[in-house]
């Protein structure tokens, strides 16, 4: 369960990225955050992964309060999370095989485990065969496979994408989403900031929309009966 509670963020004084959020999003759930680029999409999910503090308000995974998390112990949160860049952000030297290993290098994983195991989330992303080249080498669609295998592959229970079907033609579009619904079908909680109305309307989730860092509600592109829950105004129970 991903919670915020009056949530205020501003990376300078006197201007807010983003405004009394309060939102609730239940795990298990897949849910798209969408609105105009600037809007704070990113800002938080940032929020979600412990990359950002909010300058007020609090942020809770699973009942954990993220604002009063140590240095120290933000690592250990973000095993659970896997998170899809908007630049992918692939070692570039490396390996798709070694850049996918080190999700599970940071877990003590054994080198033979890991191989088998990047090996299959590789399989299952149809690009087992690019197993040895390097990024650069590769299609835009293969590097956000790339990506995605790197976040998914220690099953985590959130996963968190930034615009991740950006530069990716209908068919790599329709490949992405369908690794999200799996991932999702397996028991991860997905949140994909997207501007792209199109992906949104077919993949029938819930929808949150923020304009200008708050978040509002739009009819129109809230789909299905629970949609509302995700902007629920509730106060969480704060472990302290
Ligand atoms: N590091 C930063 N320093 C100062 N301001 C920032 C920083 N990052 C983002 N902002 C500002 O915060 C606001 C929200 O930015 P954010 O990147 O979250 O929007 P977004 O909805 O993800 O946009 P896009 O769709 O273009 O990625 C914008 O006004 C942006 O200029």
């Known amino acids: 369960m991903i919670q915020m509670h009056n949530v205020f963020l501003s990376y300078q004084p006197e201007s807010s990225a983003l405004s009394d959020i309060n939102l609730k999003i239940p795990k298990g759930d897949f849910v798209f955050l969408t609105g105009q680029s600037g809007a704070g999409k990113s800002t938080l999910l940032k929020l979600i992964?412990?990359?950002l503090t909010p300058t007020r308000g609090q942020v809770l995974i699973d009942g954990v309060n993220l604002t009063r998390l140590s240095r120290s112990q933000v690592p250990l949160l973000r095993r659970s999370i896997g998170v899809v860049f908007q630049d992918y952000k692939l070692l570039p030297n490396r390996t798709v095989l070694e850049?996918?290993?080190?999700t599970l290098e940071v877990l003590g994983w054994g080198k033979r485990d890991i191989g088998k195991k990047v090996y299959h989330i590789l399989k299952?992303?149809?690009?087992?065969?690019?197993?040895?080249?390097t990024p650069l080498r590769l299609s835009g669609?293969?590097?956000?496979?790339?990506a995605l295998a790197r976040a998914l592959v220690n099953?985590?229970?959130?996963?968190?994408a930034d615009e991740p079907t950006g530069n990716l033609d209908d068919e790599n579009k329709e490949a992405i989403l369908?690794?999200?619904k799996e991932a999702n079908n397996r028991g991860?909680?997905?949140?994909?900031?997207?501007?792209?109305?199109?992906v949104i309307e077919n993949s029938h989730r819930r929808?949150?929309?923020?304009?200008?860092?708050?978040?509002?509600?739009?009819?129109?592109?809230?789909?299905?009966?629970a949609a509302t829950e995700a902007t629920m105004l509730e106060v969480p129970d704060v472990q302290e």
């Not at 850049?99 to 080190?102: H, K, L, Q, R, T």
Request: hydrophobic residues 45%.
């Open 49 to 51: 992964y412990a990359d």
């Open 99 to 102: 850049n996918v290993a080190i």
């Open 124 to 133: 299952r992303m149809g690009i087992e065969d690019k197993i040895n080249a």
């Open 141 to 146: 669609g293969e590097q956000q496979r790339v």
């Open 155 to 160: 099953d985590p229970k959130i996963l968190v």
């Open 178 to 180: 369908s690794i999200f």
């Open 188 to 198: 991860t909680t997905v949140v994909v900031a997207t501007h792209d109305r199109r």
């Open 207 to 225: 929808v949150i929309r923020l304009d200008k860092g708050a978040i509002v509600d739009t009819p129109d592109l809230f789909v299905g009966q």
